[in-house]
Nanobody
Framework: QVQFVESGGGLVKPGGSLTISCTAS????????MAWYRQAPGKQRELVAR???????NYADSVKGRFTITTDKVKNTMYLQMKSLKVEDTAVYYC????????WGQGTQVTVSS
């Protein structure tokens, strides 16, 4: 089972930027379509951005034009660069495969607040 470790979250003001990272075991980014998901308090987990091993990317409408998903296969790391952050982007962010594995990492908290 692939294991995920998310990091880089924090507190940022509206309009600010933040980049979060995900490392995964077993060459996941070369083998699988991968994605960033997020879960806000009281809401269901949603897919935010996805990337194939060939680096084809797709984004949820709510983040299109503001978020960029990338992978570094040498470092076995996936990134989510977030710009023009909004209060509604506040959530715990997770990485996982598309479709998801059963096991999730601990996630990284992103809080957008003035």
């Amino acid at each position: 089972q692939v294991q995920f470790v998310e990091s880089g979250g924090g507190l940022v003001k509206p309009g600010g930027s933040l980049t979060i990272s995900c490392t995964a075991s077993e060459n996941a980014f070369s083998r699988f379509e991968m994605a960033w998901y997020r879960q806000a308090p009281g809401k269901q987990r949603e897919l935010v951005a996805r990337i194939t091993p060939g680096r084809t990317r797709n984004y949820a409408d709510s983040v299109k034009g503001r978020f960029t998903i990338t992978t570094d296969k040498v470092k076995n790391t996936m990134y989510l660069q977030m710009k023009s952050l909004k209060v509604e982007d506040t959530a715990v962010y997770y990485c996982n495969r598309v479709p998801t594995f059963t096991a999730w990492g601990q996630g990284t908290q992103v809080t957008v607040s003035s």
